[in-house]
């Protein structure tokens, strides 16, 4: 965890700093410059971590979770969307609603960044987002498996799939 070089320490940063100690986080104190190249500009509020990139699950993951836990899948797909905070919102309403994961394409799409992860308000910790190489084929590999089925979507564009 870097922690920025005079940081006010108030309960919130003694509590972060508390919790990387118990957890073995190691702790590098950085001049608070250093700390805002490092997050590319993004508030920090004096401390960041370095996680390793989001690991996406496979589409078939998604189906396969709901079905072994005796559920009917709840999938929510996505195209055309390229602003990753609308891509951590839809996350944190598929979460809300019970879904069982995002289906995102893999060229043109926004991705799983901080940015995203921040919107999703925590709903990506629970919430597996997958790739897929063409959202079309996916999609039709579900369905001839009879794990999705087609609902009228509100919006002109494309179908939402229960």
């Known amino acids: 965890m870097y922690v920025a070089s005079r940081i006010d320490h108030d309960d919130r940063v003694r509590e972060a700093l508390k ?9 590098l104190e950085t001049p608070r410059g250093e700390l ?4 590319d ?3 920090h509020q004096g401390l960041a971590v ?9 589409p078939s993951d998604l189906v396969e979770a709901a079905v072994d836990a005796g559920q009917a899948p709840l ?11 609308n891509l951590g919102a839809v996350v944190r309403s598929a979460a809300a609603f019970g879904g069982h994961g995002v289906i995102v394409p893999e060229r043109r799409a926004a991705g799983m960044t901080a940015s995203a992860w921040k919107t ?10 997958a790739r897929a ?6 999609l039709e590999q579900a369905q001839a498996g009879r794990l999705l089925r087609d609902r ?5 564009r494309g179908r939402a799939c229960r």
């Open 50 to 58: 370095q996680v390793p990139p989001y690991s996406y699950a496979h």
């Open 75 to 85: 999938i929510v797909a996505l195209d055309g969307i390229t602003d990753p905070r």
């Open 152 to 156: 009228p979507r509100h919006g002109r």
């Open 36 to 39: 805002d190249r490092l997050t």
């Open 120 to 129: 999703s308000a925590g709903a990506a910790a629970r919430l597996p987002v």
């Open 133 to 138: 190489v063409n959202l079309t084929r996916a």
């Open 19 to 27: 919790t990387a100690q118990q957890r073995g986080i190691p702790l």
């Open 41 to 43: 500009g993004a508030i």
